[in-house]
């Protein structure tokens, strides 16, 4: 019997079922209820990246005389959207399941390593987030995340490594 290999990154699917999209959001923004105390709103779910955006509440603010944002709240959003991204680039690799099955495999997803470059300070209404997986393995998986403020300007990078399995 021929082996088979996995399929590259560019043979992955560009887009998803309505459902899976929906059940996504669902779990990132309501299940997951840390992500709802940030804030976190999905706007994009693709296989080869994801955006989310952030809004600016009294309660985020990590220095009261400049109005910014905690670093706290933005390491936390990074990685929630390096484990969306992840969540994604899972969900392409096995579009032969059904979207149970694919919600499924997020169980043993978590974050072994994270590291925050905090490039400007987060000033302003609105930010915006993105993230994508360079490389999704067996077992791990490594992402790429970026925290940009409303005009585009990258504030916050991040890199992320989850475990998959």
Same mark, same amino acid.
């Given at each position: 019997?021929?082996? &088979? %290999? ?24 309501? #299940? ?18 994801? %955006? ?45 399941? #059904? ?11 978590? %974050? ?15 930010? &915006?987030?993105? *993230? ?10 490594? %992402?790429?995340? #970026?925290?940009? *403020? *409303? ?9 992320? *490594?989850?475990?998959? #399995?």
């Amino acid at each position: 019997m021929p082996k &088979t %290999t996995p399929p590259s990154a560019d043979a992955l699917p560009k887009a998803f079922e309505p459902e899976y999209i929906q059940q996504l959001k669902l779990i990132f923004e309501e #299940s997951i209820v840390f992500n709802q105390i940030l804030g976190l709103k999905v706007h994009k779910v693709h296989a080869d990246i994801c %955006t989310a955006s952030i809004a600016m509440r009294p309660e985020l603010i990590g220095h009261y005389s400049h109005n910014r944002m905690h670093g706290g709240v933005i390491s936390a959003s990074l990685d929630a959207m390096g484990g969306l991204a992840v969540m994604a680039a899972i969900g392409a690799r096995h579009m032969d399941e #059904s979207v149970a099955a694919r919600l499924s495999r997020f169980s043993k997803l978590g %974050t072994i390593d994270l590291r925050i470059d905090y490039l400007r300070p987060a000033i302003g209404e609105t930010f &915006t987030l993105q *993230a994508e997986v360079l490389r999704l393995g067996s077992r791990v998986a490594s %992402t790429r995340m #970026s925290f940009m *403020a *409303a005009d585009g300007k990258l504030l916050s990078t991040g890199a992320g *490594a989850y475990i998959v #399995s």
